[in-house]
């Protein structure tokens, strides 16, 4: 692709390989976001925060037209023909004619390439995220600046249309967008800023202070520039063949105008009209000249609901209001600042570059795993008189639960970094859970015995699901009991202690005894008071199928790094005395791990469950985090290298074929016996779960072993990149038997966000300033 912007973006971006029609999210954080696919299709909608919606909206896209003198012109539109017949009339690029696709979260390139005729269309999509600035990177706006290029020794004229459906009131409810167009209608707006349709529904909400969730307005809009001839045709049918609109642009490159109409409700058994709208831009393009056309889209659909029925106004309405009647306004404040963004957008790229370097498995995987930000059914509420508002992304799709905390711990720094406002309530919500009681029961998943929703003392799994009534409801989770789970409070208190540094000490001081009381309820698992916790026997932590017995290289390691971290804050409060006791039970707490635990080349998994002997990828993440962050040494230098060039082997070079670290290595008669016993451990000790690399990875790199760290970095790009998992980072994937497909579950998952551990934690600093805006 001819690179039309700074170089270290052409060095560091995606460029995608499989054959899945893959793209970065377009949209702000918690606005809710759409893809636009590198066949350029619109094929996946977060804008219903309680579902990812898959769909091709055959309407919503870009088509071109060009004529040289003398000849008949050529048209098509910018994506393959859609597979359910829709807009028949129009003609549609061939399948084969396969774009050129690259991605650097926000932005993405498409390069059309196989489009026929002489002119070169490409264009470079993007939303305002911005790190540091919530006021742009809330913005329900995307933008599209399109460079045309003549190669050729003759004249063109050419045109690009943007069209787009009326989605107003689709997004009301799950499911594809079927018979939810009653009452939609469009309308044109021309001045001296641009060309823009407005879509918009009459609905009683009209004549209220707030929409429905899904109601509001959208728009679409070609900016003014001298020397381009804008049309529009404000209302035609998506519905239909596309007869009253693709016939005027296919002979002149230009649009008629409509006669505009509002949507009917249809029969039950038939689709109604639906109402789709068009801008479009033409212009003369002399031998070997190039110009830039920009579009742009807005979505002012202001509020969100979530299952239990509560309402919250997205983060945006801060500035522009909860009316939902913005998107005029929106858009064409995108069309005036996309400049500006975009510089600033190329600006970030050029640091991060100078920072980490331009290998795309590293540099590059950190920016685009941020696609989740947008795209993880994000929601980002407005503060109120009585609250102070909500930050959340899924676990995954499939397990819909807001920042559960036994990810958020491996994805957070990429929040805390870039936008730490957001960051900072997380914390917020998970601090003032310690002391929450619910008593109502849930009903375990898998044994079908009962436990308590939340108890006092314990960190939740997650702030809520989507479904029920997040941030209010914690513990959507019901797999297994996390109630008694061991590693998510020692990862709450880590990551408090941590995000101390850059949110201060009085929001230390706000959280100090939540931070007191998270640490003695885990401290009743010290049982035998050498002060190291025990597991119970069932799988009470992050990996929800393995269980863990007594003494455990993830909890313990975990917990020692929490003592060190409560010793830390202690002390920046004070508290000399408790910051003493906590360090001296820190001391107790490694010796203990290390007698139950080390074996001379690495640590055991636990000391007294079945799985004793076997090799866990992630032994040492609490000795990484208390080494990354200064805490305090977990275990000692010597053996950290010995157990991770012993995983490494064993783990990645051997079990996993050099394409991903699986979980457990060196499966001995034990352990082998009780997966017979429990199909349910089978699947997760064998696989390869793509945040657990990320975060071994930067291990190696941490204590050295940088060759061993890159090889791991190369296989995640290889096996998931240019294997069609590009914005759709699944939890895990399956080493064995490669060649006949990949396997994996759980897309667009959170945990891989660890791809930020890459990042050395020294250059967080700048969370600070960024603060102060």
């Known amino acids: ?185 469009n309308t044109m707006v021309a001045d001296e800023t641009a060309h823009s349709i407005v879509f918009d529904r009459q609905t009683a909400s009209l004549n209220t202070k707030t929409p429905d969730m899904g109601d509001g307005q959208m728009a679409i809009s070609v900016a003014r520039d001298d020397g381009l001839v804008l049309t529009e045709c404000a209302t035609f049918d998506a519905a239909a063949d596309g007869s009253d609109f693709w016939p005027s642009f296919s002979a002149t490159g230009t649009l008629d105008p409509s006669i505009d109409w509002i949507a009917d409700a249809g029969f039950q058994e038939v689709e109604t009209n639906r109402p789709a709208g068009a801008v479009s831009a033409k212009c003369e393009l002399a031998p070997g000249e190039s110009r830039t056309i920009t579009f742009a889209l807005s979505w002012d659909l202001p509020i969100v609901r979530f299952g239990s029925g509560r309402r ?33 957008i190329d600006a970030w790229h050029d640091t991060i570059s100078a920072q980490f370097g331009n290998r795309p498995e590293v540099t590059g995987m950190m920016l685009n795993e941020l696609y989740l930000l947008v795209d993880g059914m994000t929601v980002f509420t407005a503060e109120t008189d009585a609250d102070k508002g909500h930050f959340g992304i899924i676990e995954c799709p499939d397990y819909p639960y807001y920042n559960t905390l036994d990810l958020w711990i491996y994805a957070s720094e990429s929040v805390l970094r870039l936008w730490p406002q957001s960051a900072r309530l997380v914390m917020d919500d998970f601090a003032c859970s310690v002391s929450q009681h619910d008593d109502r029961l849930r009903r375990h998943m898998r044994s079908n015995t009962i436990f308590p929703v939340k108890r ?17 409801v914690n513990n959507g989770y019901a797999w297994q009991d996390s109630t008694q789970w061991k590693d998510l409070n020692s990862q709450f208190l880590i990551g408090l202690v941590r995000d101390a540094r850059i949110f201060g000490l009085p929001w230390l001081r706000d959280h100090w005894e939540h931070a007191r009381a998270a640490c003695a309820h885990l401290n009743q698992y010290d049982r035998d008071g050498d002060g190291l916790i025990e597991n119970d026997g069932f799988p009470d932590q992050t990996f929800d199928n393995i269980p863990m017995k007594g003494p455990s290289a993830y909890c313990g390691g975990l917990w020692i790094a929490a003592l060190f971290a409560m010793a830390e804050a202690a002390n920046r409060l004070g508290d000399r005395g408790a910051g003493k006791a906590y360090h001296e039970q820190a001391i107790a707490a490694r010796a203990a791990f290390e007698t139950a635990l080390w074996t001379g080349t690495h640590y055991r998994l636990d000391r007294d469950g079945p799985f004793s002997q076997c090799l866990l990828i992630e032994q040492l993440f609490g000795a990484f985090l208390a080494r990354r962050y200064g805490f305090g040494t977990v275990v000692p230098d010597t053996h950290a290298v010995l157990a991770l060039k012993t995983l490494y082997r064993e783990n990645f070079q051997k079990a996993g074929r050099g394409e991903g670290v699986i979980t457990l290595a060196n499966m001995q008669p034990a352990a082998v016996h009780a997966v017979e016993a429990d199909h349910h451990i089978a699947f997760q000790i064998s696989e390869s779960i793509v945040g657990f690399n990320f975060s071994f990875a930067a291990q190696l790199e941490s204590w050295g072993l940088k060759q061993e760290g890159h090889e791991i970095r190369k296989a995640l790009y290889r096996n998931l990149y240019q294997r069609g998992m590009f914005a759709r980072t699944p939890a895990a994937y399956d080493v064995a038997d490669m060649e006949s497909g990949l396997k994996f579950r759980a897309t667009m998952n959170m945990r891989p966000l660890a791809a930020w551990y890459a990042a050395p934690w020294e250059l967080a600093n700048p969370a600070q300033d960024m603060l102060k805006r």
């Open 312 to 344: 919250h106004a997205r983060k945006y309405t801060q500035s522009w209001g909860k009316s939902g009647n913005n998107a005029l306004a929106m858009v064409e404040q995108a069309l005036v600042r996309a400049e500006h963004w975009s510089q600033q």
């Open 1 to 185: 692709m001819d690179w039309p912007g700074p170089e270290p973006q052409r060095k560091i971006s995606t460029q995608t390989g499989g054959t899945s029609d893959v793209g970065l999210p377009l949209g702000g954080l918690g606005t809710g976001g759409m893809v636009l696919s590198r066949s350029g299709r619109f094929t996946r909608w977060t804008v219903n925060l309680q579902q990812v919606l898959h769909h091709h909206e055959a309407s919503a896209g870009f088509a071109m037209w060009q004529q040289q003198a003398g000849q008949d012109p050529i048209s098509c539109m910018l994506q393959p023909i859609p597979q359910d017949g829709s807009l028949s009339a129009a003609t549609w690029r061939k399948e084969e004619a396969a774009n050129q696709y690259a991605a650097l979260f926000p932005k993405a390139w498409h390069d059309y390439a196989g489009c026929p005729g002489p002119i070169r269309f490409r264009c470079e999509s993007f939303s305002p995220l911005i790190p540091g600035d919530l006021e742009s990177s809330t913005l329900p706006v995307a933008v599209f600046k399109w460079h045309l290029h003549n190669p050729s020794k003759t004249a063109v004229s050419a045109a690009l249309m943007f069209h787009f459906p009326n989605l107003v009131g689709a997004f009301r409810e799950k499911g594809k967008p079927y018979r939810r167009h009653a009452g939609c209608f």
């Open 456 to 472: 006092a003392g314990a960190l939740p799994h997650d702030q809520g699901s989507p479904d029920e009534d997040p941030f209010v």
